[in-house]
């Protein structure tokens, strides 16, 4: 499968941005599909993922009641309001066949390109 993200973009502190993760050459049907980002100096981290099985979503403390993840045909978006300046990252959206929707970025098979997000204050 071939996982394409879009979406990011420089914002100021407080506004919001919706990510877009567009999937080809498979159909969704019980996998679980992530955002990860990555800061410059700092290891891959889980933002928020989604089991295509039965939609349930999961997050990030840090990132908890201001982003929401969903899923429509084999689309995944991540709306992200209220943004922070440490949320500025490369965002990234991934997906494996395990429906357990795994923290640890070494479980994900398939991976999309990267989306530079960058929250100034």
């Known amino acids: 499968v071939q996982l394409q993200a879009s979406g990011g973009g420089l914002v100021q502190a407080g506004d919001s941005l919706r990510l877009s993760c567009a999937a080809s050459?498979?159909?969704?049907?019980?996998?679980?599909v992530a955002w990860f980002r990555q800061a410059p100096g700092k290891e891959r981290e889980f933002v928020a993922g989604i089991s295509w099985s039965d939609s349930r979503a999961y997050y990030a403390d840090s990132v908890k009641g201001r982003f929401t993840i969903s899923a429509s045909k084999n689309s995944v978006y991540l709306q992200m309001n209220s943004l922070k300046p440490e949320d500025t990252a490369v965002y990234y959206c991934?997906?494996?066949?395990?429906?357990?929707?795994?923290?640890?970025?070494?479980?994900?098979?398939?991976w999309g390109q990267g989306t530079q997000v960058t929250v100034s204050s």
């Open positions: 050459g498979r159909t969704f049907s019980s996998e679980s």
């Open positions: 991934a997906a494996d066949p395990d429906w357990r929707v795994p923290r640890s970025s070494y479980e994900y098979d398939y």
